[in-house]
């Protein structure tokens, strides 16, 4: 079985699996290009009876639903005669596919467990084509019966998998006996990804480099050890056919059944750090609160796009959404709408304070990303806890208060944290204290009397010491974010 970097819990996930001896469908699930038929295919190398990847609904340009189902069909035959049937026709319906791979499978000689893997799964749904209908029928007449077989299903279309496999509450009720939900490289993943290809930058670098292109390692293969950073990102995003510079469209079209409405909505919520809420949401695409919304913010959600959080204001405790998804926020700040920008951009600019300061606010995403390691600094990585914004909006003149992290804990402690990326040693002053003072007591307004505020600074290369660095109760550097 291959060498793969992190997904070490997801590994030993599939080793227990595998050596299970009853039959098992695992649905393993995530955004586009962060790695599940990698890993599936890496874990098992050639031990598989039977595989198919279904082919993009983006090749089907100005096809009927029966030309969709006959070029499905087409490649699924393919793939049956590639593992041994012995097929010398034309499939003609889905139902009569899953009939040839149960003779596929029954007619295995070898007497290890049997593993089938579909991958990417919802493409093969083509409108009126009964896929669901037959592929239940299949697992449910045949599959479940087989104590050698492991099942493994594959999609990036995380609702379609939501809805159609594991929320399923027709054919496959409670079939799916196993999910895996893949996520994003944190930065120490990242880090070993980029020194298995031969790229040796400095930490501060790769924190730069998740900012832009967030821990999806098809992303990150792209990078060049021979160049700077700031110059595979040119190469990247700006020079001419430059490989990511549509890939924020084809992110979402070959995903998403509503690929327009979900642009909208990651497109507004890029522009407020804080999000927004549904009703702010449903206003800004001009329509009412209605299904469609929910159905989209939950398909950004499971996909990992998107941030639901309790928001905790001063005036009322309310859903907010919030855009973290890296790759996302770049590309709309410095790429989307600038086609005729200079292909030496990034190199140009990369030092000027514009960046610096996107740099900073992108800074307390990536502390968002990284919840469990803060809190095994913090020291309580077992503790229950909620983690949110915080702001409040001055009034009577009042300045308004925005803390960019607060983590708030079942022991009646809130850790109020304020993230600062530095090329050096942070050094608080006597406004920043006087600040921190400030936001202190409007949150504990909004606090129970019975809450304790500690200060958590979370910056890159740490705290230099003065009469004012006292009022943190911790500090975290970059090093911590890579444990």
């Known amino acids: 079985m291959g060498k793969i970097i992190g997904r070490e819990k997801q590994q030993k996930e599939l080793k227990k699996l595998y050596e299970k001896q009853d039959p098992v469908f695992l649905a393993v699930y995530g955004r586009r290009r962060v790695g599940k038929t990698y890993l599936i295919n890496e874990y098992f190398k050639n031990k598989f009876t039977f595989k198919h990847t279904g082919v993009s609904s983006t090749e089907f340009k100005n096809k009927t639903n029966e030309e969709m189902l006959e070029i499905e069909l087409g490649f699924f035959a393919d793939s049956l005669r590639k593992y041994g049937s012995k097929l010398d026709r034309k499939l003609t319906s889905w139902r009569d596919a899953f009939n040839e791979l149960e003779k596929l499978i029954t007619e295995s000689k070898s007497e290890e467990r049997k593993v089938v893997f579909i991958d990417e799964m919802p493409w093969l749904d083509t409108k009126g084509s009964l896929f669901i209908s037959s592929f239940a029928h299949f697992w449910n007449d045949f599959g479940c019966t087989r104590d050698d077989l492991f099942l493994i299903i594959c999609g990036s279309a995380a609702t379609w998998v939501n809805n159609k496999l594991l929320k399923n509450k027709a054919d496959l009720y409670k079939r799916v006996s196993h999910e895996i939900r893949l996520e994003p490289f944190n930065l120490k993943e990242c880090e070993e990804l980029l020194n298995k290809n031969g790229i040796k930058w400095r930490r501060y670098q790769i924190t730069q480099t998740y900012m832009i292109l967030g821990g999806i390692p098809f992303y990150l293969k792209y990078l060049d050890e021979d160049l700077t950073l700031e110059e595979n990102i040119d190469e ?195 406004d920043d204290y006087d600040k921190l003072v400030r936001h202190e007591n409007a949150l504990a307004n909004s606090l129970s009397k019975r809450s304790i505020i500690h200060h958590v600074l979370i910056t890159t290369f740490g705290l230099n010491k003065n009469i004012y660095s006292d009022i943190y109760k911790n500090v975290i550097v970059l090093d911590d974010l890579f444990e």
């Not at 200079?342 to 606010?361: C, H, M, R, T, V």
């Not at 050096?424 to 002053?429: F, G, L």
Request: proline residues 2%.
């Open 236 to 430: 990247l995003f700006f020079t001419k056919d430059a490989k990511l510079r549509t890939e924020f469209e084809e992110l979402f079209k070959s995903t998403f059944d509503s690929p327009e409405t979900i642009m909208k909505i990651v497109k507004m919520l890029s522009m407020n750090k804080i999000g927004l809420s549904r009703t702010e949401i449903c206003n800004g695409l001009k329509k009412s609160s209605g299904n469609n919304i929910t159905m989209a913010l939950n398909a950004l959600i499971e996909s990992g796009f998107v941030l639901k959080y309790k928001s905790f204001k001063t005036e009322e405790r309310s859903w907010q959404y919030k855009l973290v998804d890296p790759f996302c926020l770049f590309y709309l700040k410095f790429v989307e709408n600038h086609q005729s920008i200079d292909e030496y951009f990034w190199s140009k600019n990369f030092l000027s304070p514009s960046i610096k300061a996107w740099q900073g606010n992108n800074f307390e995403n990536i502390c968002f990303n990284h919840i469990q390691q803060i809190k095994k600094k913090i020291g309580i990585e077992g503790l229950s806890s909620n983690e949110s914004l915080w702001f409040s909006r001055g009034k009577d003149g009042e300045k308004g208060s925005q803390i960019d992290l607060i983590i708030e804990r079942k022991d009646n402690i809130v850790d109020m944290c304020e993230a600062k990326f530095y090329s050096s040693e942070y050094s608080i002053d006597k």
